[in-house]
């Protein structure tokens, strides 16, 4: 069954500080993979998406994901995080018609 | 550009009264669309989507339905709410084929 996993809950860094956060799927064949940000009581808002290609994709907002189908990984980074990053986060894999989203990473950010 | 509503943005309701959230998109034909709800800690749970008009695929069986009486509509309902259906609704498009998906604003939906 398709799943995806992101297992850290909350993660909380400091201003200027880098980010990763962490995705696991489960996907029989070649998965489209999707990050989306979620800003406190808002829809949420597409960072990035890798269909095919080049592994390492470049989103809006200065993020970046790396695609690892040996380790069934999509991990966000960012080099430098800004106080106005501070949302949820959610990685998802598209099936067919649907989209299996995982439980969300909380950011927190000190300034 | 494409555009999608939803509405309304709050709701607070009775156990047992009725429930009715729409959807609209604009700017494109034909599109899949979806009904998610969001519990605290629990993600995004898929409630139903459709690939055209009136067809609905539902996929967690519970008092909620779904129907598309347009192309480019989609309504949320319910007959008696139950206090669980608490949560944040989220209504989402696609064009036809895959693709990213686009989300409403979402609307809270508190049962009292």
């Known amino acids: 069954a398709q799943s995806v996993t992101q297992p850290d809950i909350h993660i909380t860094v400091s201003e200027g500080a880098s980010l990763e956060l962490r995705c696991n799927y489960s996907y029989g064949a070649t998965p489209y993979l999707f990050w989306y940000v979620q800003s406190p009581g808002q829809g949420l808002q597409l960072l990035l998406k890798y269909f095919s290609g080049d592994t390492l994709v470049q989103g809006i907002k200065g993020f970046e994901a790396e695609f690892k189908r040996s380790q069934s990984s999509f991990n966000l980074r960012k080099p430098s995080v800004h106080w106005s990053d501070a949302a949820e986060y959610f990685c998802?894999?598209?099936?067919?018609?649907?989209?299996?989203f995982g439980t969300g990473t909380r950011l927190k950010v000190l300034a | 550009s494409q555009t999608i509503h939803q509405w309304p943005a709050t709701l607070v309701q009775p156990v047992g009264s009725p429930l009715s959230l729409e959807c609209t998109v604009e700017?494109?034909?034909?599109?899949?669309l979806y009904w998610y709800r969001q519990a605290a800690g629990r993600g995004l749970q898929l409630l139903f989507y459709s690939v055209g008009i009136g067809q609905i695929s539902s996929e967690v069986p519970q008092n909620l339905s779904a129907s598309r009486p347009q192309d480019r509509q989609f309504i949320l309902s319910s007959k008696k709410l139950l206090l669980s259906d608490s949560g944040f609704y989220l209504c989402?498009?696609?064009?036809?084929?895959?693709?990213?998906?686009?989300f409403g604003e979402g609307s809270r939906l508190t049962v009292l």
């Open positions: 998802a894999v598209e099936g067919t018609y649907k989209y299996i």
């Open positions: 989402a498009w696609r064009i036809q084929g895959n693709g990213e998906l686009f």
């Open positions: 700017g494109t034909s034909n599109p899949n």
